[in-house]
């Protein structure tokens, strides 16, 4: 019998972008696919988008904004398959995605995960460069506080899930890189050096958005996860350094927004964490914290110039 690989994607006020992903999901060649949606919100049309391909979808529903975390998690509540994976809904699968993952997992049972790369897109949906995953090794990623996984090219056991998910809803930014943190206790995994997804970059998207927001997650991501009892007990002797480089990527982003006190205080401790970790960009923003908020201003701007130039 053909394995039901479960697909859920969440949504909010993306009606400019949800027909490309929703096509791209039931347009794969795969022959079984559970497909759900959860509207979180939209108040752009998107509803009215989903109704139109509500015969192709196992199941779907518009709920009160929960945020996208939680809506991920109520679509897996309704889905069965023996496979998961989430597409948001400013990305796309690519064709014949499900089935390279497919394929993957059942050649090899004792693999929890796989993952692969992905094409950048814009807007207007044109190709703007690769976006290649990294070689799975969770415990650099502890490290460096850095995930190696495309999110929307990964696909895992629902026995992995069970044991290791739901998605913490707590989380903005790294609630996925959390879960391959834990599912890295499992069993192996695979990465698949081929693009299985595009991964959108625009304005509204969280990759280009707040710089305070992925700081506060960082934060939280040291603290609650690298130092709490949801890490791997084999992955715990590296959440020193993962606490200090994730201390410094907030600081860096907090320094760009001009946040110098918040800033200063995450770059030196993460310094302090770990003194091994410093970079000579760490080190920099740390001395330059210290100075004026006029004066970085003004460095910031002159910087800007010299790459325009």
Do not use: C
């Not at 998107?46 to 904004?65: F, G, K, L």
């Not at 059942?106 to 897109?121: C, H, I, K, N, R």
């Amino acid at each position: 019998m053909t394995p039901v690989v479960s697909i859920v994607t969440p949504s909010y006020n993306q009606a400019e972008f949800l027909e490309e992903t929703i096509r791209s999901v039931l347009d794969q060649d795969y022959p079984a696919v559970e497909y759900v949606v959860v509207d979180d919100g939209s108040t752009d049309g998107s509803v009215e988008i989903v109704r139109r391909h509500a015969d192709r979808i196992a199941w779907w529903t518009q709920q009160p904004n929960a945020g996208q975390v939680a809506a991920i998690n109520r679509g897996f509540e309704r889905t069965s398959g023996e496979y998961m994976g989430f597409v948001n809904s400013d990305d796309t699968l690519l064709p014949g995605a499900l089935t390279a993952m497919v394929a993957t997992l059942e050649s090899e049972p004792d693999v929890v995960m796989v993952y692969g790369d992905a094409l950048y897109t814009n807007a207007q949906s044109h190709e703007t460069g690769y976006l290649p995953s990294r070689t799975w090794d969770p415990e650099r990623m502890v490290r460096r506080a850095d995930n190696h996984v495309v999110q929307p090219s990964s696909l895992w056991r629902r026995s992995a899930w069970e044991r290791a998910g739901p998605l913490n809803e707590r989380g903005y930014y790294f609630f996925d890189f959390e879960f391959y943190l834990r599912l890295s206790a499992l069993g192996p995994v695979r990465r698949l050096a081929r693009p299985l997804s595009t991964y959108r970059t625009h304005a509204g998207s969280k990759t280009m958005g707040s710089g305070a927001r992925k700081a506060a997650d960082y934060v939280r991501f040291a603290d609650e996860f690298l130092a709490g009892e949801g890490l791997p007990e084999r992955l715990r002797p590296h959440a020193r350094q993962g606490r200090s480089s994730a201390y410094l990527a907030a600081g860096d982003y907090l320094y760009d927004e001009l946040d110098l006190p918040r800033a200063r205080r995450l770059l030196w401790s993460g310094l302090a964490l770990s003194p091994g970790n410093a970079s000579r960009r760490s080190l920099s923003l740390a001395l330059k914290s210290l100075l004026p908020q006029h004066i970085v201003s003004r460095l910031r701007t002159r910087r800007r110039g010299s790459r325009r130039d």
